[in-house]
């Protein structure tokens, strides 16, 4: 007995194409520069261009598009699971769900190691993926609690050591101010305590020759950076605060699916209003962190640990009111065309972006063009890999039903083989 297939809808796939073109912006940094510029974004370049692409693109993609793609995940977790979602109803699509999510845990694995790219979310989305079923039935105020309420638990654990690290960082201004004296031991300690404060900042810095050779390396040098630096995000303590920002916000998109806002079943009105509030909102929050940030010096005292899912999720429900909005017209149906195509080969999308920038643009057994351009010149590079792919889904999608990825995943998940071409191109 075959599973029913589940409808197209036409908001899911654009949010999900504009999601998973967007996360490039996100990852080419990484991809073509050393993660040093996470201790400050001024090593990738602080010509005035650089400093408007950087300031763009922290507004209104840094976190957003991640969010966008959590929201989604989650909403895909009750769409492929309302078979079961009565009492009495099979769990065979429960199982199916849990076999998709088994092997994204497998796809994220080699895509985080052997294929180069350890910033990959796929190994923690079907993680967090394993444990949505369990809350299918709860009605999506309940889900909407529960996720507002976890984000802003994790943002609060935040707010004892920002407000140390403030306390520390203006006892330091005031040593730095005071005429030259023979320092005592409690001045000893507030300077101690403050370069171990910026230790971690400092070690990324230092470590930029090291992961150079790696970086601009063969095969070998590559993988060897690419399997610590994952196993540094996903075997690590790290995990547990990425998994809890994860499956919050999955819950959340698992609240609006409920309601019907990510399928577009709102008003005009409602998407108007919310991407009026969310763009509002989440970019307010967004320039105030960038501009302490800026003054600081990109200093260990950052404010963005306890508000970046304010402003993170803000700009994301912005991006979902602007695209219910547009595919409710029939021009913007058709403008948003490419990225729904898109949206429909993400996994493809995803890690066709790797292949391209980790495989063939940045690494020393490619063109070896990593470490030579700076915010500007990576964000355009990004653009025209963005662009590429908004013409490549098209014109598969009018041969194939499926990206070749879509394809294998799902073989793998139902056991059976998928069909590939189309109507048309038979």
């Not at 949010?15 to 080419?28: D, S």
Request: hydrophobic share 50%; charged share 15%.
């Amino acid at each position: 007995m075959q599973t029913a297939k589940p409808e197209r809808i036409a908001s899911l796939d654009v949010m999900r194409g504009v999601a998973i073109l967007g996360i490039l912006l996100i990852n080419i940094p990484v991809m073509g520069f050393s993660v040093a510029y996470f201790a400050d974004p001024r090593l990738l370049g602080w010509s005035p261009a650089d400093q408007a692409v950087w300031t763009y693109v922290f507004q209104l993609l840094d976190g957003a598009e991640r969010g966008l793609l959590q929201l989604l995940f989650g909403a895909s977790a009750l769409l492929l699971t309302r078979e079961a979602m009565s009492p009495d109803a099979p769990v065979k699509s429960v199982d199916t769900y849990s076999r998709r999510s088994l092997w994204l845990i497998v796809l994220g694995l080699i895509h985080g190691t052997l294929l180069l790219w350890p910033g990959d979310i796929l190994f923690l989305y079907g993680l967090t993926g394993l444990f949505l079923p369990a809350f299918r039935r709860l009605k999506p105020r309940t889900l909407a609690v529960m996720g507002f309420v976890g984000l802003a638990l994790l943002g609060a654990t935040e707010l004892p050591n920002y407000l140390h690290g403030r306390e520390v960082q203006a006892q330091i201004v005031q040593l730095d101010s005071r005429p030259a004296a023979t320092p005592t031991a409690a001045d000893k300690a507030i300077r101690a305590e403050w370069a171990e404060m910026n230790g971690r900042r400092e070690a990324l810095k230092a470590g930029m020759g090291a992961e150079r050779a790696q970086r601009l390396g063969g095969y070998g040098d590559n993988l060897g950076w690419a399997t610590g630096t994952w196993a540094l995000l996903n075997v690590s303590p790290f995990l547990y605060l990425s998994f809890v920002e994860a499956i919050c916000t999955m819950w959340i998109g698992m609240a609006l699916f409920g309601w019907g806002v990510l399928q577009g079943r709102r008003s005009r009105r409602f998407y108007l209003v919310m991407m009026a509030a969310g763009y509002g909102l989440g970019v307010s929050v967004k320039l105030l962190l960038a501009r302490q940030a800026i003054a600081d010096g990109f200093g260990p005292v950052s404010a963005g640990h306890m508000l970046s899912d304010v402003g993170r999720l803000g700009v994301a429900f912005g991006h979902v009111g602007l695209i219910c909005l547009a595919v409710k017209s029939q021009a913007g149906r058709w403008l948003a065309a490419p990225f729904a195509a898109a949206g429909r080969m993400a996994l493809t999308c995803y890690v066709g972006q790797s292949l391209i920038c980790c495989w063939l643009l940045f690494p020393g057994f490619g063109l070896g063009l990593w470490g030579r351009f700076g915010w500007a010149g990576l964000e355009t590079i990004a653009l025209g890999v963005i662009a590429f792919q908004l013409v490549f889904c098209p014109v598969w999608l009018r041969l194939f039903k499926m990206g070749p990825l879509e394809w294998l995943w799902r073989r793998l998940s139902y056991g059976r083989t998928p069909p590939v071409a189309t109507q048309a191109a038979l």
